[in-house]
């Protein structure tokens, strides 16, 4: 019951945070055609300083390593499966964008901008929570830029491996990862300039989540507040992104038997909503706009009942 509390807490202060960006919309403070810029500052400035903070955060040993490596392995071939199972279920459909951003709105995971906060604030002792999240994220960019761009568009000249490496999400994993695995910590133990820098990395992957709302509110200021109710796809893609996937990986991962910590980190941050870059993705190929907010906006209102309910299941 303390996981429920902790975890409902957690989400209804983040969704708090989608009210500012709501009045700025209804007052006519922002433009609607700004949202994608805020969406671009999150995705290419505010994620690489997250991705930096959860490695110095971490502590590396040659067991994690191990265990991250696992848990990229697992992670990635779940999604490939369930976008796969999807893309199946909605083959006939695939001329409908409707039904292309269906079928990743049902695997993707908000595992950073909002997976992180709760993960700490369900596991405050494991420092090594959040760089299990930056990796679940690498693991959804590496997809996100290529093949479900791909998806969206039709287009199969996104699947290439320039996009897979010259993107933000693996350019500042590079940088992470010679500090994460030598042990240097940006900190002021190691200088009063680093010390700044710290603080400065802190402050900018701190900026995520309450960004990410204020997106949020403010998407949703643009689009009649019955017809995200009214979208029956949008609930098929709930049942199976925030129930059917979070439970289908946890009865895996119990039967294999991994780390605690990696099993409970992949099991929270499966269970969170639909992420935000289903959205982000579709700003910026223009294509499925408004159902990828529909998605988005109801899977992170329903989340509120979704994520706390299944947290009772932590360590059963």
């Known amino acids: 019951m303390n996981e429920f509390l902790i975890t409902l807490a957690t989400v209804g202060i983040m969704l708090a945070y989608a009210v500012p960006g709501y009045i700025l919309i209804k007052v006519k403070a922002v433009k609607a055609d700004s949202i994608s810029a805020f969406s671009k500052l999150l995705m290419y400035v505010c994620q690489p300083f997250l991705t930096l903070y959860s490695f110095n955060r971490a502590e590396f040993t040659p067991e994690l390593g191990v265990n991250l490596l696992i848990f990229f392995a697992l992670v990635t071939a779940l999604q490939l499966a369930f976008i796969g199972i999807m893309c ?164 895996l991962l119990t039967l294999m038997g991994p780390d605690e910590e990696l099993q409970w980190c992949m099991y929270v941050m499966c269970a969170c909503p639909i992420a935000s870059l289903v959205l982000n993705y579709a700003e910026l190929v223009g294509q499925g706009r408004e159902m990828a907010a529909k998605c988005v906006l109801l899977g992170t209102i329903s989340c509120v009942v979704t994520l706390p309910l299944l947290s009772l299941l932590i360590g059963v």
């Open 88 to 251: 199946l279920i909605f083959r006939k459909k695939r001329d409908d964008v409707r039904y292309r951003v269906a079928s990743i709105a049902s695997v993707l995971s908000n595992c950073s901008f909002l997976g992180v906060p709760v993960l700490e604030a369900l596991f405050p002792d494991w420092a090594n929570a959040p760089a299990y999240s930056m990796v679940f994220f690498f693991s959804m960019s590496l997809l996100g830029w290529t093949l479900v761009s791909a998806v969206y568009t039709l287009d199969r000249r996104y699947i290439s491996v320039k996009k897979a490496l010259l993107n933000p999400a693996t350019i500042s994993l590079v940088i992470a990862l010679p500090f994460f695995l030598t042990g240097f910590k940006i900190s002021a133990e190691n200088g009063w300039f680093l010390g700044q820098l710290e603080n400065m990395i802190t402050v900018l992957a701190r900026m995520t989540t309450p960004l990410c709302m204020l997106i949020m509110g403010m998407r949703l200021a643009t689009v009649p507040v019955k017809s995200i109710f009214t979208e029956p796809l949008a609930y098929l893609c709930i049942a199976i992104k925030q129930i059917v996937f979070p439970l289908v990986t946890l009865g």
